[in-house]
T-cell receptor, first 114, second 110 residues
Framework: EPEVTQTPSHQVTQMGQEVILRCVPI?????FYWYRQILGQKVEFLVS????????KSEIFDDQFSVERPDGSNFTLKIRSTKLEDSAMYFC????????????FGQGTRLTVV | QKEVEQNSGPLSVPEGAIASLNCTYS??????FFWYRQYSGKSPELIMS????GDKEDGRFTAQLNKASQYVSLLIRDSQPSDSATYLC??????????FGAGTTVTVRA
């Protein structure tokens, strides 16, 4: 069964460093998303990406964040100048772009900023 | 006003019973509604989607949608210990994002 894969599963970084979280969406999907979940809190939308550009972004997704689809398979989230409060689970998701927009999530990357 | 609200739980049910989960949403124009199951430390797993008013059944799960009342529910029949998880209601506000509720934690007692 096709699935969204994310690497790494766990990333520890020092405050102020840059991290890149990687995702391989399901191959025939057209819409890609990043969500995050701070421990004990709800899943929050960060950004959606379609046709090689950002479709929508939340207030969380400020200049510290960027996304890129560097090739035909990978979708990345870059976080610059990481802060302690960036520590969270980051989930990549994808959907096929049909009107039903069922989104399937990867297993997540746990980011710990120390 | 929160976009998606769920009954806070936790909800404890005996094995074999029905677990009933509720969700309300604020955007009357929402078109797509989803239930995800999330085990502790894991990612959300899509278990049900519903788009039209009424009921939709899939195995032991039944989703109900009432757009006039802006209400979505999930029933889990014959609850099993493996159903113990947090259930997330998610609503598609437009084509590009899901808004999630805070989740309801269900514990099924053996």
């Amino acid at each position: 069964e096709p699935e969204v894969t994310q690497t790494p599963s766990h990333q520890v970084t020092q405050m102020g460093q840059e991290v890149i979280l990687r995702c391989v969406p399901i191959s025939n999907h057209l819409y890609f998303y990043w969500y995050r979940q701070i421990l004990g809190q709800k899943v929050e939308f960060l950004v959606s990406f379609y046709n090689n550009e950002i479709s929508e972004k939340s207030e969380i997704f400020d200049d510290q964040f960027s996304v890129e689809r560097p090739d035909g398979s990978n979708f990345t989230l870059k976080i610059r100048s990481t802060k302690l409060e960036d520590s969270a689970m980051y989930f990549c998701a994808s959907s096929d772009g049909s009107s039903n927009t069922e989104a399937f999530f990867g297993q997540g990357t746990r980011l710990t900023v120390v | 006003q929160k976009e998606v609200e769920q009954n806070s739980g936790p909800l404890s049910v005996p094995e074999g019973a029905i677990a009933s989960l509720n969700c309300t949403y604020s955007d009357r124009g929402s078109q797509s509604f989803f239930w995800y199951r999330q085990y502790s430390g894991k990612s959300p797993e899509l278990i049900m989607s519903i788009y039209s008013n009424g009921d939709k059944e899939d195995g032991r799960f039944t989703a109900q949608l009432n757009k006039a009342s802006q209400y979505v529910s999930l029933l889990i029949r014959d609850s099993q210990p493996s159903d113990s998880a947090t259930y997330l209601c998610a609503v598609n506000m437009n084509d590009y994002k899901l808004s999630f509720g805070a989740g309801t934690t269900v514990t099924v007692r053996a």
